[in-house]
């Protein structure tokens, strides 16, 4: 009904318009059907509500365990698509439905790293807080059983920040 109260509003002007043919001149049977349809109209158009297409997600669709299967760099030129062997970086992300998370992440320039904290989402964002306070957010996308973050990554030959986006694939 929000999207079409113009339409309401006609219909039940033509209604209250025409009640007086509608009192003397219509017989009674094609008085009600009018009624009828009147009212089915306005039931009709209060159940096209516009749809929220990008509702606000919960969360419990990024509940289990995410291992990184591509990673995307916007530079300058364009697109590069890595896996994570190319870009020197492997992740595993367990993200529990007690919305604790643990990470495993290995680059070829530092090693291994671990990582446990709390997790939330709002607005499709995923924001991860660590066991040691620090806080990220990350825009995510799921499609099926892959999910985007972006994310960003410094060009070491320019400094420059380059958008990035990780992509897993949930095991």
């Given at each position: 009904?929000?999207?079409?109260?113009?339409l309401?509003?006609?219909?039940?002007?033509i209604?209250?318009?025409?009640?007086?043919?509608?009192?003397e001149?219509?017989?009674?049977?094609?008085?009600y059907?009018?009624?009828i349809?009147?009212?089915?109209i306005?039931?009709?158009l209060?159940?096209?509500k516009?749809d929220?297409?990008?509702?606000?997600?919960?969360?419990?669709?990024?509940v289990g365990?995410?291992?990184?299967?591509?990673?995307?760099v916007?530079?300058?030129q364009?697109k590069?698509?890595m896996?994570?062997?190319?870009?020197?970086?492997?992740m595993?992300?367990?993200?529990?439905?007690?919305r604790?998370?643990?990470?495993?992440?290995?680059t070829?320039?530092?090693?291994?790293?671990?990582?446990n904290?709390?997790?939330?989402?709002s607005?499709?964002?995923l924001t991860?807080?660590?066991?040691?306070?620090?806080?990220?957010?990350?825009?995510?996308?799921?499609?099926?059983?892959?999910?985007?973050?972006?994310?960003?990554?410094?060009d070491?030959?320019t400094?420059?920040?380059?958008?990035?986006?990780l992509?897993?694939?949930?095991?």
């Amino acid at each position: 009904m929000e999207k079409y109260p113009e339409l309401v509003v006609a219909a039940l002007t033509i209604f209250m318009q025409n009640k007086y043919i509608m009192e003397e001149q219509m017989p009674s049977l094609k008085r009600y059907f009018l009624v009828i349809l009147v009212v089915s109209i306005i039931i009709l158009l209060n159940g096209c509500k516009k749809d929220d297409s990008n509702p606000t997600a919960s969360g419990d669709e990024l509940v289990g365990t995410w291992v990184l299967t591509k990673v995307i760099v916007t530079a300058p030129q364009g697109k590069i698509n890595m896996t994570p062997q190319e870009a020197g970086l492997t992740m595993t992300v367990s993200l529990k439905s007690d919305r604790t998370y643990q990470q495993t992440q290995t680059t070829t320039q530092g090693g291994q790293t671990f990582e446990n904290g709390t997790w939330s989402v709002s607005n499709n964002t995923l924001t991860a807080k660590a066991a040691s306070g620090n806080t990220q957010s990350f825009p995510y996308r799921v499609t099926g059983n892959t999910l985007q973050l972006d994310t960003a990554t410094t060009d070491p030959s320019t400094g420059a920040l380059l958008p990035m986006t990780l992509e897993f694939t949930k095991q």
